[in-house]
């Protein structure tokens, strides 16, 4: 029976507020998931690889850096993304949240260098493609062997099938052809969970680890466990909550918009309108009944 090599995951996106979505105790859903995932570490005793943003932002608050340090679990191999990073810039990783852990031995960070370790007997080439930087296929220093795997680590905009429009980064097959040399490719930016397979090679985008915006709802987050001995992989859903999701916040903003709205139609109708912007307004409300609702809204915005 074949055993796992690695655990893979991306964009867990550790935060300390509340998404607008989110309706639960959200910082006890985190810790959820990370039991859930240390389980599986302990059962294997293997390294989790983390493909950028393990933070949702590049300066935690030390309430948050001590939750970190009491909750990951152990052996985290991770690179910066541009949420882990100031500016979005490798250069400034020093003044990171992220440096920091590794600075206190709770997770190590590798970038734009070759982490070798050996597990199993198997001989690992993790290479690091930290956010922004120029991806390429290997030299020919690194020919894939029996007994070594060559693995890519990135913070990378890829997708399976759907291109969003501006997007002008490889698709997941157009990636693999590119990384050649690579057995395996474990990317992270793109929230979505998606494996992607040619000539025995794989490209494995594990998804966010939470669902952080309403359109998630449907979301299911997972790990991906890598057998390095046939380069498989193995999908672990993580469990979630029902229910714990909510488009209030939507509702109500399309609400808003659609008063605002009528709000100016209304006013286009009145006639001639003087320079004064603030005084038509007062002469409007004077002269028109408008719910107080709106006329918040109005002011509200005024006042920003």
């Not at 190590?108 to 120029?134: D, R, T, V």
């Not at 998630?216 to 909550?241: G, H, T």
């Amino acid at each position: 029976m074949k055993t796992p090599t690695l655990i893979l995951l991306a964009d867990t996106h550790i935060r300390e507020t509340q998404p607008l979505c989110r309706i639960d105790d959200y910082f006890e859903a985190q810790r959820e998931k990370w039991d859930f995932i240390d389980e599986i570490q302990h059962k294997y005793n293997i390294p989790i690889l983390i493909a950028g943003d393990l933070f949702d932002k590049w300066k935690p608050s030390p309430k948050l850096l001590t939750w970190c340090i009491d909750n990951l679990p152990d052996n985290i191999i991770a690179i910066p993304g541009q949420h882990d990073l100031p500016n979005h810039n490798i250069s400034l990783l020093d003044k990171s949240g992220l440096q920091t852990l590794d600075s206190a031995g709770v997770i190590q960070i590798i970038k734009n260098l070759c982490l070798k370790i050996k597990i199993k007997g198997l001989n690992l080439n993790i290479h690091a493609y930290p956010f922004g930087s120029e991806i390429g296929s290997l030299n020919g220093t690194f020919k894939r062997q029996n007994n070594t795997k060559n693995i890519a680590l990135m913070h990378y905009f890829t997708y399976k099938e759907n291109k969003f429009p501006g997007c002008n980064t490889y698709s997941a097959n157009k990636l693999l052809k590119k990384m050649k040399g690579y057995d395996l490719i474990v990317v992270g930016d793109n929230h979505q969970s998606f494996i992607a397979e040619e000539d025995n090679r794989l490209l494995v985008n594990p998804g966010s680890l939470m669902r952080m915006k309403s359109d998630q709802i449907d979301y299911k987050p997972r790990l991906f466990l890598y057998y390095a001995e046939d380069n498989s992989v193995e999908a672990i859903d993580i469990p979630i909550k029902e229910n714990v999701i909510s488009r209030i916040h939507i509702d109500k903003s399309k609400n808003s918009d659609e008063k605002i709205e009528a709000f100016v139609d209304s006013v286009k109708n009145q006639g001639e309108i003087g320079l004064n912007f603030k005084e038509n307004l007062k002469d409007y409300f004077l002269n028109n009944k408008e719910k107080d609702s709106v006329k918040n809204i109005i002011w509200g915005s005024m006042e920003k």
